[in-house]
């Protein structure tokens, strides 16, 4: 068994290199080659964590893993992420475990590069001011993987921790962009044509009059139910896209809206794979204001471990362990 640590995996899958990795389970889940498997995801009763386990495979690749972890939130005063996983993959042949791969890093990077792949296939080409909302550990990532689909000159950000605002201006400056630190999150994405939300919020941020005609929306927080980051009426407003549709509607954006009767399966143009595999329809007209509901799939975190395990044993990093 190979086991990936934290600063290999760092090292080993770049952000381009997820984003190309992801781009292709997309396709692999719309041609039915890949599956997803139910999700569990938890309340654990202790140290207020949320803890989760998501598993899939590809028939094709092929490929057969899980990913575990979760949310702590005292962490970052033991001197720890927030954010804990580790994936975990399995020979398809025999079930036999045989790598390990550390996926706080990795977790990001699978998510910033579904979020991008959604802006390359669904916003408009033109699209160049970005709005992030939650300037968190999972911003740097969304930043950064946006830029390499759009031509980005300008970021509107809102956090209500000053400090996380401070520290993602710098880094949007760092990258020769014009930054904005909004005052409230209406401020932020009345002049967007992108909007990125990542936050683990539990009630709306974003309101559907404040969104003009033509934006994208990345909705990537809501994971668990309980968690909103959208007013559920901008999401019926919505061209409606998703990753996995079981999870969008029960855990996912799209979970509130869909109980309240606001829409139904049938408001879904499709996935954001079959877009990406040219067999739905994306975006249609320049005023549609187009979602993705990512809710986040195993086969995103197998993909990108595969790929970090293969890089691996081509440069001898990792420690090769009997198991």
Known sequence: MRIISEADARQLVSMQDAIDAVEQCFTA????????YPV??????????????KTGADTQAPLLGLKAGGYWPHNLAKGHTNHQSATLLFDPETGRANAVVSANY??????GAASAIATRWLSRADSKVLAI???GAQSSYQLAATALVRPLQQ????????????????????????????????????AADII?????STK???????????THISAMGADTRGKQELDPALVARCTLFYDELAQAISIGECQHAYAAGL???????????????????GRLRDDEVTLFDGTGVALQDLVVARLAVAQAELRGVGAVVDY
């Open 263 to 281: 829409i139904t399966e049938k408001n879904f143009r499709g996935s954001l794979g079959s877009v990406v595999a040219k067999l739905g329809q």
């Open 106 to 111: 990795m977790t990001g990077v699978r998510t």
């Open 204 to 214: 709306a941020l974003v309101e559907s009059s404040w969104v003009r005609a033509g």
């Open 196 to 200: 990125i939300t990542a936050t683990p």
């Open 155 to 190: 970021v509107h950000a809102w956090d209500p921790m000053p400090a996380n605002l401070t520290r993602f201006g710098e880094l949007v400056r760092g990258m020769g962009l014009e930054f904005v630190a909004a005052a409230d999150p209406c401020a932020a994405v009345e």
């Open 29 to 36: 889940m719309a041609l039915g080659h890949g599956r997803n």
């Open 133 to 135: 909302i939650g300037t």
């Open 40 to 53: 569990v995801r938890e309340l654990v009763g202790h140290q207020d964590a949320v803890f989760g386990v």
